[in-house]
Each structure stands twice: as structure tokens, then as C-alpha cells.
């Protein structure tokens, strides 16, 4: 029962004592300890995570709906057919898409320049890490309110600002007006996503070597060229996994915009997850919503697909 | 062009840039927040003004009253400590020996494991709230706080496997290996050897699904019906709505007050959260 005996494939450690029985089981599975140690912690996943999860993607197939008293039927791909023609839930898919491409990139690009400042030797650095972190640190739903205190329409800041310094004639309503809601909301996002990003980039930007970058000071490379040539290929690996986790992120979010818009004014942030709750715990419609659970699915995968690959193929070449 | 003026003029307008770029960047992350916490201390006369004020200049706990009046915010709170607390000391407890063994016992299963935690980051919580929904509906758990404990514990698995199993790589194989030819067995060098060298990453662990836990709000309003059972996200949601000018003072003290757990647990965690986040994604 020795806790230290060396996993079946460690290499480099001389020739592989002759096999018995427990080792072959240990080879393939696992052993009786491990299990034991294993299980408390894989039945609730399975019974309550991939359980659910594949019962989930299942219901889309069905008609299953709240409070019914007739058995569930499986329709095959009716719903999949039936949001085909769903003008509504097309929109709404837009909108998220916008939402979470423009949140990502945003997010992206500020949390680079933030990180970037913060890895130089400045003074109240120890101050801006901290104030970057609390958004990081407060719920959703008070992320929301705050925010709506600032768009408010009469009592907000925002407007009062904006009309000292005279670029606004007339309050703004900035979370009831159609063509700006959604970019009132997608700044909130990228306020509330900025300090993870941050953190995560300053993280990689401190991995990367000091004497590469002086080698290339002292070479004479410029500012600009010192970042394309050391930095940028340095951090690349985590941009690329921070920037598809934010977009999965972004594109399943839902707290923040329900609690600053509910999807309004007419539907113009009506995310995709807002949709789906409407429909399963507004109108009862499990199947359906299963259904446009499973579209996001598949959003995400084409997009996980088209951006990895992309980067697949820079890498290689 | 050249010459050591030029270039330390250069450079200290470079310095001035870089400062006043942060300048920005502070006021950005800063001003919502101030005027969430403005707003809390501010009076009722005082936020009916037509031109609102950065700073109160009557500050007031007025609007903390009026938040405990309005909606049972005490009777909230004890809920999210309650669910919280318990969601996080659960999951935790299950994650530690599976963390270990994952590190410790590479096998196809573990394997697994390590790739169902990447790939349940990427699904909707609709596909997994609906088939929930019914399942603790048939339970009876439904509108209970053991229900959303249980979701929560779920929750937080994922994440607490990943950030312990950074932490289970840094202790040292050779301390177990010492520890069982001083013939302690395997759970005796679990107990008396692994245990107390994981305690910071546990603690760090604990914080982190607490807050989670206590900020989570999808959840909680799907699962909880009853108004005795609301935890403080959902309860705070009840502030909106219909609200008059006069009403903001009493949200944003709510509000504020929610945030305070949250802040606490963040500012005890801060360097810990970052290697933690990143322990795991480490080669092993």
C-alpha cells in the first residue's frame, strides 16, 4: 500500500520492476484506495452534473413541458426545426453574438494595457492592483445595480457629468434607449470581466524573461518591436486561453444583463440565457429551451473551433 | 535626435503617458464604485437634488434602516452564510482526496475527470438547470436551502479540484515516500503529512467556493421560491423595479452591505487566488 510507488509510465527511473497483479490492475484503472479516494467526489459529478447535463441535451428532443400531466413524447428534431423559424430567438442569438465578441475583444485589449502598466515600476501600483481586483470580487446582481445607479436617467451620475461638461443637451436614457442599451451593457461587462483578464495577462507578462527583453534593448529594439519580438510570443499561449474562456463566458452570461435591462427595452439585450430562462421557467417550455441550449452549444463550438485553429496554424507556421 | 537630454525627456514623457494611461484606467474601475457607496450615505433630500454630488454632504445611515425595513436583508444573509458555508466545506472535503489522487494516480479515469472539468466551463447552465429543476422537483427539494446547497456543491467542484490539485503538486513526493518507510500508512501519511502542508491551498480553496457560493444568483432564483429562503443576490433584485428617485438610497445600502463578505474573503486571498488559478494549469 505504498502511496509513493512511481505511476506505471515514469520514465528515467531504471527498469520497470517485473509486473503483478495489482500493478496490471493499476495500469489499466485504478486501485481499490484510489477509488475510494476518487468516489466522493465523482458521484456528485456524475449524478448531478453529467447526469443532468446528457439528460439535458435529451430533453431537447422531446416536448417536455411544465406541469403536464401526459407523458413526455420524443419529437425528434421539431424543436431544432421550430427554432429555425424563430425569428425571435435568431435576434436574440445576434445580440450575443455582438455581446460577446464585443465584451472579449474589449475586455482583451484594456486588460492588456492595464496588465502592461502594471508589470512597470510605477508608483500607487500596489493601489490600482488592488482597486483592479474588487469587481472581480463583488456579486453580479450588485455589479447591476450599481450600474444602473450610474445610467439612471435622473439621479445618475453619468448624465450629471456628461452635462457639466456639456456634451449632452438632455438626460439619457441610457438602459431604456434601443440603440444604446446594448452598448451601455457591454461596457458594464467589460468593467466586470477587466480584473480577471488583468490578473491572468500580468501573471503571463511576469513569466516573461528579463534578460530576452534587455538582450533585445541592448540590441537597440524599439518599444513596439521589444513587445512583438519577446513579449507577444511569451504570453501568447495564455491570451489565447483566457480570450476563449472569456468568449464562453460572455456568451453564457446572464446575471449582469438581467438584472440591468431583463432583456429590454424591446429585446435589444435580450441575451441568449435570458431567452432560454424565459422560455423554460416563464412559459415552461423545457424542450424548447433544452433545444436552444444545445444552439448555443454549438455557437460556441464553431467558435472555439474557427479560433483555435486559427492560432493552430500561426503556431505551426 | 541623440544625446542624453533628449532621451531623458523622452523618457519622462514616456513616464507622464504611462501614468496618466493608469490615471484613466483607475478612474474607470473607481467612479461606479463611489457612487454606489455615495449614494448608500446620501439622504433622501439629498438624492432628489437635480445636480447629485460626488460626496454627501449630510452622510446618513438612514438608508441602511430603510434597506433592513424594506426587505428581511438579515434573514437573507444568515441563508447565503448558511448555503455558502456549507457548499463550500462540502465541496472542498470531496475535492482533497480526489485532487490527490488525481495528481498522485495518473490513470484514463483521472484523465477524465481533469477533462470534464474544462469541458462542463463551456456548457450553458440552461441545459443544466432544467434537467436540475425537475430532478429536485421529484426530490421535494425544490425551494429548499439543502437543494441549492447541493447545486452549489456541484458548482464548485470543477474549480476546487483544479486549484487543489496546483497545490497537491507542490508538496513533495519525497515527504511521502519518507513517511511511508517510516511505515505510516497511506492514510496515516495523508492525514499527518499532506493534510497540514495543503492547509494554506485549502484555506485559499474554502475562500474562493464561499464567494462563488455567496455571489451566485442564476441559481438561487430559478430553485428558491419562498420569501424566507431568498438568499442576498435574489433579495436584492426585489429592490428593483419601480424605483422612485428615493428608493435608489436604500438599494444602493443594500447593495453595498452584500459586497462586504465578498471584499473581505477577495482581500485575504488576492496573491494565493492568482498562483492557485494558475498552479493548475502548471505541468505536472
Not at chain 1, 420524443?74 to 423559424?85: C, M
Not at chain 1, 430567438?89 to 474589449?106: D, N
Not at chain 2, 484514463?108 to 475527470?113: E, L, M
Not at chain 2, 492525514?191 to 455571489?215: C, D, E, I, K, Y
Amino acid at each position: 500500500m505504498s502511496v509513493a510507488a512511481p505511476p506505471p509510465k515514469a520514465a528515467g527511473r531504471g527498469t520497470p520492476p517485473p509486473r503483478t497483479a495489482r500493478a496490471r490492475k493499476a495500469a489499466l484503472g485504478l486501485d481499490g484506495g484510489t477509488w475510494f479516494l476518487l468516489l466522493p467526489a465523482l458521484i456528485p459529478i456524475l449524478v448531478l452534473s453529467v447526469g443532468p447535463l446528457l439528460y439535458g441535451v435529451s430533453l431537447a428532443f422531446t416536448d417536455a413541458q411544465a406541469g403536464r400531466t401526459e407523458p413526455t413524447e420524443f419529437v425528434g428534431l421539431a424543436n431544432l426545426a421550430d427554432l429555425r423559424h424563430d425569428t425571435l430567438f435568431w435576434e436574440s442569438f445576434r445580440i450575443g453574438l455582438v455581446w460577446a465578441v464585443s465584451v472579449t475583444a474589449l475586455q482583451f485589449v484594456l486588460a492588456l494595457g492595464l496588465a502592461l502598466l502594471l508589470n512597470q515600476n510605477l508608483r500607487f501600483r500596489w493601489f490600482a492592483r488592488t482597486l483592479a481586483l474588487v469587481p472581480w470580487a463583488m456579486p453580479e446582481v450588485v455589479v447591476g445595480i450599481m450600474w444602473r445607479l450610474v445610467y439612471h436617467q435622473d439621479a445618475g451620475i453619468l448624465n450629471e457629468t456628461l452635462s457639466r461638461l456639456h456634451l449632452i443637451d438632455d438626460n439619457v436614457g441610457w438602459l431604456t434607449s434601443l440603440s444604446l442599451a446594448l452598448p451601455a451593457v457591454i461596457a458594464v461587462g467589460v468593467w466586470a470581466g477587466l480584473p480577471q483578464t488583468t490578473v491572468v495577462l500580468l501573471a503571463g507578462l511576469q513569466n516573461v524573461p528579463y534578460e530576452l527583453k534587455e538582450a533585445a534593448a541592448l540590441d537597440g529594439a524599439g518599444l513596439w518591436r521589444r513587445f512583438t519580438t519577446v513579449t507577444w510570443p511569451a504570453i501568447k499561449p495564455v491570451v489565447i486561453a483566457i480570450t476563449a474562456l472569456n468568449f464562453i463566458w460572455n456568451f453564457n452570461s446572464f446575471s449582469l444583463v438581467f438584472v440591468l435591462t431583463q432583456g429590454g427595452p424591446g429585446g435589444e439585450t435580450r441575451l441568449p440565457m435570458l431567452f432560454a430562462y424565459e422560455e423554460a421557467f416563464a412559459y415552461g417550455q423545457y424542450g424548447y429551451a433544452a433545444a436552444m441550449g444545445l444552439a448555443m452549444i454549438a455557437v460556441i463550438a464553431v467558435f472555439l473551433t474557427l479560433f483555435l485553429r486559427r492560432r493552430l496554424k500561426e503556431e505551426a507556421s | 535626435m541623440s544625446g542624453p537630454t533628449s532621451l531623458r525627456t523622452r523618457r519622462a514623457a514616456g513616464r507622464t503617458g504611462q501614468y496618466l494611461a493608469l490615471l484613466a484606467y483607475l478612474v474607470f474601475l473607481a467612479f461606479p464604485l463611489v457612487w454606489l457607496v455615495s449614494t448608500a450615505f446620501k439622504s433622501p433630500q439629498e438624492l432628489g437634488r437635480i445636480d447629485p454630488t460626488w460626496i454627501p454632504q449630510d452622510p446618513t445611515l438612514e438608508n441602511f434602516r430603510a434597506a433592513f425595513d424594506a426587505q428581511p436583508l438579515l434573514r437573507s444573509a444568515g441563508n447565503s452564510l448558511l448555503v455558502a458555508g456549507s457548499a463550500a466545506v462540502i465541496a472542498v472535503a470531496l475535492a482533497v482526496p480526489a485532487a490527490y489522487a488525481m495528481v498522485r494516480k495518473r490513470s484514463k479515469i483521472t484523465t477524465a475527470a481533469t477533462g470534464w472539468i474544462l469541458v462542463s466551463q463551456m456548457f450553458p447552465f440552461v441545459l443544466i438547470i432544467i434537467p436540475l429543476f425537475m430532478l429536485l422537483k421529484e426530490a421535494r427539494m425544490i425551494d429548499s436551502l439543502a437543494g441549492l446547497v447541493l447545486v452549489y456543491v456541484v458548482w464548485n467542484l470543477p474549480f476546487s479540484l483544479w486549484m487543489l490539485q496546483g497545490y497537491v503538486k507542490a508538496v513533495p513526493v519525497s515527504l511521502e515516500e519518507a513517511a511511508a518507510v517510516d511505515g505510516a500508512g497511506r492514510l496515516r501519511t495523508l492525514v499527518s503529512v499532506v493534510l497540514p502542508l495543503l492547509t494554506p491551498g485549502l484555506v485559499a480553496t474554502l475562500m474562493f467556493s464561499f464567494v462563488t457560493a455567496w455571489n451566485e444568483f442564476f441559481f438561487a432564483l430559478v430553485l428558491l421560491k419562498s420569501p424566507e429562503n431568498q438568499t442576498m443576490s435574489v433579495i436584492l433584485t426585489q429592490f428593483l423595479g419601480a424605483e422612485g428617485v428615493v428608493d435608489l438610497g436604500p438599494l444602493a445600502a443594500a447593495a453595498t452591505l452584500a459586497t462586504i463578505p465578498s471584499l473581505l474573503f477577495f482581500a485575504l486571498l488576492q496573491r494565493r487566488l492568482v498562483s492557485g488559478m494558475l498552479a493548475g494549469a502548471v505541468k505536472g
